[in-house]
C-alpha cells in the first residue's frame, strides 16, 4: 500500500511540470505547446499543416493512460486537444492568406501604374517628337526668326509679319495665332475681329493655348461677333492656362484674387502668379531689363508736366559741351531706355565712355556692366569688365563694388571667391546700392559662403525693394509663400508675385498703347488698354476706361454700353487703390452713369479716396454733398472743414472753394434772415426757393454783365475840319442870291462834293459840318436872320441835290 502511494506521488510530481511548462507557453502565444509534448519540428514550412494534426493525434495517444485514472475529468481534457486541432490551422491559414492577398492587390498596382506610366510617356515621346515634313521644318524656322524680330525693340516689325505669314501659309498653328491677335489688336495690320474670332474658334479647336486667350477676351470684351459672357471667358481662361500661356495664368489669378466672376480664393491666385513670376525671374538680366513706363492718361491730362524729349535734349547740349554729369545722365537713360527713348547701349557706350575719360566712376562702373552681360551691339567681355570694376570700386563707386562682388561670387573670369564677395556686396548695400542689397539678401537666404539667415535675407531684400527690383520682390514672395523666417501669408505672397508677373516682356504692351494714343490712334490703343486690364494692370483698366469716358473710341458705336464698360474699368482700377478711379466711380454712382443712382455709395467712395489718399477732389465732393445733404447727414461746419482741407491739399483747388466758401456763406445768411420778420421773401414763390442757385447764377451773370459795360473804353468822335472859304465859294451852285449872302460869312453849305465815288459817310458829315456852320453864322449876324434863313434854306436844298444820284452822270 506504501509503495503504491509512493509511486501515485511520484508519477504526480513528474506530470505537474509538464502542465505547468505548456501554460507558460500558451501564454506566451506558442501553439504548439497546447497541442501536445514539445517536440522539436526539422519539417519545412510546407508541411507544418501536417505536422500539426501529427502532433494533435499524438498527445491524444499520450493521455488515454491519465484518462482511464480520472475518467470524468479527463474526458474534458481530451475534448480540447480535438477542438484546438480543428482551430488551430485555421488560425495559422487567416493571417498567411491576408498577406498574401494584400500582396498580389499591391502587385497589380504597381503593374496597372507602370504600364500607364509608359503609355503616357509613349504618347508624350509621340507628340513631342513628330517627323517633320521640309515644310513644317521651314515654318517654324520662320516662325521662330519672326517672334526674335518682334522682341527686339530696334527693329522692322514689318518683317516680323512677312514671315508669320509665310509660316501661316503652312498652317503653323502659333503663326496662325500670332496674326490672328495682330487683327485684333491693331498691330501693323487693320482691325478685322470676326476673321480674329473664326481663326481662334478653328485653333482652339486644335488646343492652341494662344487661341483659347484670345476667345477669353473677345467673350470678356464683347466684339469679333460676341456677347459678353464672363462665364464662357472664365472656362477659356482656364484651358489656356492649363495650355501654359502666360496671359491667361495672370487673368486667373487676377480673377480669384479679387473675386471677379469667381470665389475670392488666395491660394488658387498663389499658384497662378508664382508660375507667372518664376518666369519672369528666370529671365531678369543684370541690367534688370528695359524700363517701362506707366502713364495714366487721365493723371496727364491734369498734370501735362514736360516733355521728355525737350529734356533730352537739353541734356543733348550740355552733354556735347563736355558736361560730365549730363553724360552720365544720358548714359543711364539709353541703357534701360525711357517713356520716349528706346533701350540703346551702343549709344550708352558711348556717352558713358566719354565720361570715363573724364574720370568719371560711374563711368567706369557701367561699362563695366555693359561688357559684363553684353548685348547685340556689345560683346560680352569678362576681362574688361573686371577692369572698369576695379577702377570704378577703387574710387568708391557702389556700382563698381557690386560687379566685382557678382565676378568673384560666381566666377565670370576669375576664381570664386565667396569671402570677397561678401565683402564687396557688404561694401555696395552700405552706400544704399540696390545690387549689392540684392546679392547681400541673397546669400543670407542661401547659405552661399555665410551662415542661413532669414532675417538678414528678408532686411536687405526689403531694401533692395525700394529701389523696385524685380528679383528681391520675387524672393520676398517665396519667404512669404513657405513661411521662411516668418509666418507664412498668402496675402502677401500673391501681392509680391503680382508685382513681379507685371514686370514682364508683355508689359511693353502699355508702352504700345501710349504711343498708339499719341499718335490718334484711340481705336487701337484702347484694344491693347483692354487686354491688359484683362490680365490686372490697374494703370490699363483707368486708362481704357478713360478713353471710354472721354467718348473716343468708335469701336462698340453705343454711348450707353461705353459707359457701362468704363464704369466696370473704373471699378477693377477703385478696387486695387488707385484714388483717381475711386472718385470717378464715385461720379458714375452719383450721377448713375452706367449704374443707377446712389448717393450712399458715391458718397462712401468719396470719403474712402479722401482718407486714404488725400484726394482733393474727393474733398471737395464729399463736402458738396455734405453741404447739400445727399447720401448722409446735411451738415454745414463739416462741409467747410472738407473745402479747406481740400484747398490746403492741392493749391489748384483754392478757387473753386473759395466759390464755395462764399456761396455757403451766402446761404448761412439767408437761414439767418428766415428767422427774422423777412422771412415771408422766402416763401413768395416755391420755384424761386427750389431753384434759387439757378437764379443766383443768373443774377451774377447780369451784374457781371453790367460791370463789362460801364467799364468799356469810351471813344470820342473826330472833330469836323473847316475847309477854307475860296473852295466853299467856289462850290456854291448857281441858284444862290448873292445878295442875300454876307460877304463876311461864307456859304456853309458849298462843301458838298459832286463825285460819285464819295460816301454816304463823308456826305453826312459835311452836312453836319455845314449845320453848325450856318448856326454860327446866325448867332454872329443877330439881326439879318432873314437872309441867313433864306442862305440855309438854299444849302439844304444845294446839299440835296448833290447828293442825289443823275443817271446821266453814270
Not at 448 to 463: E, I, Q, R, S, W
Request: charged share 20%; with cysteine.
Amino acid at each position: 500500500m506504501k509503495f503504491s502511494c509512493w509511486l501515485l506521488t511520484f508519477m504526480l510530481m513528474v506530470a505537474r511540470p509538464g502542465q505547468l511548462l505548456r501554460a507558460d507557453d500558451s501564454e506566451n502565444g506558442n501553439v504548439e505547446q497546447l497541442q501536445g509534448p514539445t517536440r522539436t519540428v526539422t519539417e519545412p514550412p510546407a508541411a507544418a499543416e501536417s505536422q500539426e494534426v501529427t502532433t494533435a493525434t499524438v498527445t491524444v495517444k499520450g493521455d488515454q493512460s491519465r484518462a482511464a485514472m480520472m475518467p470524468g475529468e479527463n474526458d474534458r481534457k481530451a475534448a480540447k486537444p480535438k477542438e484546438s486541432a480543428e482551430f488551430a490551422p485555421r488560425t495559422k491559414m487567416l493571417p498567411s492568406a491576408l498577406f498574401e492577398r494584400l500582396w498580389n492587390d499591391s502587385i497589380m498596382k504597381q503593374e496597372k501604374l507602370k504600364a500607364e506610366i509608359e503609355r503616357l510617356e509613349a504618347l508624350h515621346q509621340s507628340d513631342a517628337k513628330p517627323e517633320l515634313t521640309p515644310e513644317q521644318v521651314e515654318a517654324q524656322t520662320m516662325y521662330e526668326n519672326a517672334m526674335d524680330v518682334l522682341v527686339k525693340p530696334r527693329t522692322d516689325k514689318r518683317v516680323a509679319f512677312t514671315l508669320l505669314r509665310k509660316a501661316a501659309a503652312f498652317n503653323h498653328l502659333k503663326a496662325r495665332a500670332q496674326l490672328a491677335w495682330a487683327v485684333l489688336l491693331g498691330h501693323w495690320m487693320g482691325f478685322d475681329f470676326h476673321h480674329a474670332a473664326d481663326e481662334f474658334e478653328s485653333l482652339a479647336n486644335d488646343g492652341v493655348a494662344e487661341a483659347h486667350m484670345g476667345l477669353a477676351f473677345l467673350y470678356s470684351v464683347g466684339v469679333g461677333g460676341k456677347n459678353v459672357s464672363q462665364p464662357l471667358a472664365l472656362i477659356h481662361y482656364t484651358l489656356a492656362a492649363l495650355g501654359d500661356d502666360t496671359l491667361a495664368q495672370m487673368a486667373l489669378g487676377y480673377r480669384y484674387l479679387y473675386g471677379i466672376n469667381v470665389p475670392i480664393n488666395c491660394e488658387k491666385a498663389l499658384v497662378q502668379y508664382k508660375r507667372v513670376a518664376k518666369k519672369v525671374a528666370s529671365r531678369v538680366t543684370f541690367s534688370n531689363g528695359p524700363v517701362v513706363h506707366r502713364v495714366r492718361l487721365l493723371d496727364e491730362l491734369e498734370n501735362p508736366g514736360s516733355h521728355e524729349t525737350e529734356i533730352v535734349d537739353y541734356y543733348q547740349l550740355l552733354a556735347d559741351k563736355g558736361d560730365v554729369q549730363s553724360q552720365v545722365g544720358l548714359g543711364q537713360l539709353y541703357y534701360q531706355g525711357g517713356k520716349a527713348i528706346q533701350q540703346d547701349h551702343q549709344k550708352a557706350l558711348e556717352y558713358f565712355t566719354q565720361a570715363a575719360n573724364a574720370g568719371n566712376a560711374i563711368g567706369f562702373a557701367f561699362l563695366g556692366k555693359l561688357y559684363l552681360e553684353g548685348s547685340e551691339q556689345i560683346k560680352a567681355d569678362n576681362e574688361t569688365a573686371f577692369k572698369y570694376f576695379s577702377k570704378a570700386s577703387e574710387m568708391g563707386d557702389p556700382v563698381g563694388q557690386s560687379g566685382l562682388g557678382l565676378m568673384y561670387l560666381k566666377g565670370l573670369g576669375i576664381p570664386k571667391d565667396s569671402n570677397k564677395a561678401l565683402s564687396y556686396f557688404t561694401q555696395a548695400a552700405d552706400q544704399g546700392w540696390v545690387d549689392g542689397q540684392l546679392q547681400l539678401g541673397t546669400m543670407y537666404f542661401t547659405g552661399n559662403g555665410v551662415k542661413t539667415d532669414y532675417k538678414l535675407a528678408m532686411k536687405y531684400f526689403n531694401l533692395a525693394t525700394q529701389s523696385g527690383h524685380v528679383l528681391a520682390y520675387y524672393n520676398l514672395g517665396v519667404m512669404h509663400a513657405y513661411g521662411m523666417g516668418m509666418l507664412r501669408s498668402c496675402p502677401a505672397a500673391v501681392e509680391f508675385f503680382k508685382n513681379v508677373a507685371e514686370r514682364g516682356r508683355w508689359s511693353t504692351q502699355l508702352m504700345h498703347a501710349y504711343s498708339d494714343y499719341k499718335q490718334n490712334r484711340i481705336d487701337e490703343a484702347y484694344m491693347q488698354y483692354a487686354l491688359m486690364a484683362e490680365v490686372g494692370y490697374e494703370v490699363a483698366q483707368s486708362n481704357a476706361a478713360f478713353l471710354l469716358d472721354r467718348e473716343e473710341v468708335h469701336v462698340f458705336n453705343d454711348r450707353h454700353e461705353d459707359l457701362i464698360r468704363a464704369f466696370y474699368y473704373w471699378k477693377r482700377a477703385a478696387g486695387q487703390g488707385y484714388s483717381a478711379a475711386q472718385v470717378k466711380l464715385g461720379d458714375y454712382y452719383y450721377y448713375g452713369w452706367g449704374t443707377s443712382t446712389d448717393f450712399e455709395t458715391a458718397a462712401g467712395l468719396y470719403r474712402k479716396a479722401s482718407e486714404q489718399q488725400y484726394n482733393a477732389q474727393a474733398m471737395f465732393n464729399l463736402g458738396y454733398m455734405h453741404e447739400q445733404g445727399l447720401g448722409m447727414k446735411k451738415d454745414w461746419h463739416l462741409a467747410k472743414r472738407l473745402y479747406d482741407l481740400a484747398a490746403e491739399t492741392n493749391t489748384d483747388a483754392k478757387v473753386p472753394v473759395a466759390i464755395a466758401l462764399f456761396k455757403l456763406q451766402i446761404l448761412a445768411k439767408m437761414e439767418s434772415i428766415k428767422e427774422t420778420p423777412y422771412r415771408f421773401i422766402f416763401y413768395l414763390d416755391e420755384n424761386i426757393a427750389a431753384n434759387w442757385d439757378l437764379y443766383m447764377i443768373t443774377i451774377l451773370t447780369l451784374v457781371l454783365a453790367l460791370i463789362m459795360y460801364t467799364r468799356r473804353p469810351f471813344q470820342q468822335p473826330e472833330p469836323a475840319v473847316d475847309q477854307p472859304a475860296n473852295e466853299i465859294a467856289a462850290a456854291a451852285p448857281a441858284q444862290v442870291n448873292p445878295v442875300a449872302v454876307s460877304p463876311a460869312s461864307p456859304p456853309a453849305a458849298a462843301a458838298v462834293p459832286t463825285e460819285t465815288t464819295r460816301g454816304v459817310a463823308a456826305d453826312t458829315t459835311e452836312q453836319t459840318a455845314s449845320t453848325s456852320t450856318s448856326g454860327s453864322m446866325q448867332a454872329t449876324e443877330g439881326p439879318s436872320s432873314s437872309s441867313a434863313t433864306a442862305v440855309a434854306s438854299s444849302t439844304s436844298s444845294a446839299t440835296s441835290s448833290a447828293n442825289a444820284l443823275d443817271p446821266t452822270d453814270l
